[in-house]
């Protein structure tokens, strides 16, 4: 079973730039999670979505930050404008009614 | 999800001892728990589920332990190894929404 595939594994911009990450999750997994994770901390949850339809983006810091899952597969998470505090690895989950939870590798952000 | 404080809980074991890493968990009404394995530039990686009605799980190597009374769990890693060095997560899945809360991680060091 292929796993949650996450691009790009690294990105570097400057503040005030705009960036995008992609997941493609487990096929069937209809819950895919955006997380972002700080180093030394876990994950904190950004966004949840059932199919194509958001569950939770309470935490989801919606003046720079969106995302969308159009087709109730693929994702997109946008950063705009950034700023240094988005420094982290943003990872994406997808899971099956809460179980088979599996984690991408996740996208390594620097904002300088 | 939770996040933690900066500063990780250390546990440092001898190559081929066995390892116990301990988690508080706060839900009282979660009813499935997760353990995950993060090294260094990686996403979580799944080790060991228990559900609620089951007191222990046994896995190659690894054990899980649960108490609801104290609403506590632990990992046991047997006869530890050099590729067990990572930062270890417990995770309780809230039943009202998949949402997975983050218990504190434990960074493992193998001393060889």
């Known amino acids: 079973e292929a796993g949650v595939a996450q691009s790009p594994r690294y990105k570097i911009i400057e503040k005030r730039q705009s960036v995008a990450f992609w997941c493609n999750p487990i096929?069937?997994?209809?819950?895919l999670y955006w997380y972002q994770q700080i180093l030394g901390q876990g994950p904190k949850l950004l966004i949840q979505?059932?199919?194509?339809?958001?569950?939770?983006d309470s935490q989801l810091p919606k003046d720079r930050f969106s995302a969308e899952r159009l087709k109730g597969v693929d994702s997109t998470l946008k950063i705009q404008p950034a700023k240094l505090e988005d420094s982290a690895v943003y990872l994406c989950a997808s899971s099956l009614a809460g179980y088979g939870y599996t984690f991408g590798s996740g996208t390594r952000l620097t904002v300088v | 999800g939770e996040s933690v404080g900066l500063h990780l809980p250390t546990l440092s074991v001898q190559e081929g001892d066995n390892s116990i890493i301990n988690c508080a968990y706060s839900n009282s009404a979660s009813d499935y728990f997760i353990w995950y394995k993060q090294e260094s530039g990686k996403g979580p990686q799944f080790i060991i589920d228990?559900?609620?009605n089951m007191d222990k799980r046994q896995g190659q190597r690894v054990t899980v332990l649960l108490n609801k009374t104290v609403k506590h769990l632990s990992l046991q890693i047997a006869a530890t190894q050099p590729g067990d060095s990572a930062v270890y997560f417990c995770?309780?899945?809230?039943?009202?929404?998949?949402?997975?809360?983050w218990g504190a991680g434990t960074k493992l060091i193998i001393k060889p």
């Open positions: 096929s069937g997994h209809a819950t």
């Open positions: 995770a309780e899945v809230t039943p009202s929404n998949y949402q997975l809360i």
């Open positions: 979505f059932q199919n194509n339809g958001v569950v939770d």
């Open positions: 228990i559900r609620s």
